[in-house]
């Protein structure tokens, strides 16, 4: 029962925040006594406005679960207040609905493959899309959306993005010449990518993607502090070495108040030739560390040639083969994204 309270609680937002007054620590007892229910809390500074919206919205979640007569919430005050929502000295994109951001704890997961495919299956399912490659060390998405052009300036003297595949999209990869080098410190990286929030003109769009570098630096620091984020996807492969950076990903999206939208395994298996399964990484290793920490799984992509060899060649699969197993995976990505996100 008192599980079943805690998640009932869960779905109480801390007013002005997007998350929930569990994971901010304000719940610090519950007792059960056959139908009568009491909770303790210590609100973390706010207004007795505040406490009582907490308290109104606590006990009206709880009340709805079965076999419980009497709710009582107990306020005391004390501890330290959240840190300041995402929301608040940034500004929201104009005609953009959505900003997701696509993460992973080391390189080499496939992070950049699922965000253009991705990409390309919400524009598939009928949404306007634009994708912000982040990575300015190593910007990828060029190659992989097979778009070298540079983006034009428009009359209000902003960056207009170069499109494919119907997905707007922006990169440092557009901006410099071949194989030269970005050798920028962190404050020139930080500068950059605000720009490409705040300097390009990317119109009307449903959906934003925002490719992130591998880690938790700067890039990422500033992505959260110049826009607020409608939520992180985090990507892994299923060995634990890759798991392991996974819950830097998870706590640094906690610290900045992202809400997380799940955990993709990547390169989940390999299905040879003769039909046999061969699980190269290893298998399961991200739907139990979703069931760790308790953030959605949103699927399993297997290793397919065509997957690799759309990406090489500038086709991503879902947009050259989006009937196809390769493509699969990815289409349900996107179906389960937008189902959980309107």
Not at 153 to 178: H, R, T, W
Not at 179 to 202: H, L, N, S, Y
Request: one cysteine or more; hydrophobic letters at 40%; aromatic letters at 4%.
């Amino acid at each position: 029962m008192q599980q079943n309270i805690l998640e009932a609680l869960k779905t109480v937002k801390y007013p002005g925040y997007m998350r929930d007054i569990v994971s901010f620590g304000l719940i610090k007892n519950v007792a059960v006594n056959g139908g009568a229910v009491n909770i303790s809390m210590q609100l973390t500074g706010g207004t007795p406005e505040i406490a009582g919206q907490i308290k109104a919205a606590a006990e009206k979640a709880v009340r709805a679960l079965p076999g419980v007569e009497q709710v009582h919430v107990e306020m005391t005050a004390g501890g330290a207040a959240p840190a300041p929502a995402p929301a608040q000295g940034q500004n929201k994109m104009t005609g953009v609905k959505r900003v997701l951001a696509v993460a992973s704890g080391k390189g080499g997961v496939g992070k950049s493959t699922v965000s253009v495919n991705l990409a390309c299956a919400l524009q598939q399912s009928g949404m306007a899309v634009g994708l912000l490659d982040c990575d300015i060390y190593g910007p990828s998405i060029p190659l992989m959306m097979g778009l070298h052009d540079r983006p034009t300036i428009s009359e209000a003297q902003k960056l207009v993005p170069p499109s494919n595949y119907g997905v707007k999209l922006m990169s440092m990869g557009f901006l410099i010449d071949g194989d030269a080098p970005v050798i920028w410190r962190g404050p020139m990286i930080m500068k950059t990518i605000q720009q490409f929030i705040t300097e390009v003109e990317w119109g009307t769009l449903d959906y934003l993607l925002v490719d992130l570098p591998p880690g938790t630096g700067d890039a990422q620091l500033s992505l959260c502090q110049t826009v607020p984020l409608d939520g992180g996807v985090i990507v892994t492969t299923p060995q634990e070495a890759s798991l392991g950076v996974v819950r830097k990903g998870i706590a640094m999206f906690e610290k900045v108040n992202v809400p997380i939208l799940g955990i993709v395994e990547n390169m989940s298996y390999f299905v040879a030739p003769n039909g046999d399964r061969v699980e190269i990484f290893g298998h399961g290793g991200g739907r139990a560390e979703a069931e760790r920490k308790k953030v959605p799984f949103l699927g399993e992509i297997p290793i397919y040639l065509k997957i690799r060899e759309g990406g090489d060649a500038g086709k991503p699969v879902v947009a050259a083969e989006p009937q196809s197993a390769p493509a699969q995976p990815f289409m349900r990505l996107a179906e389960t994204l937008r189902k959980a996100l309107e």
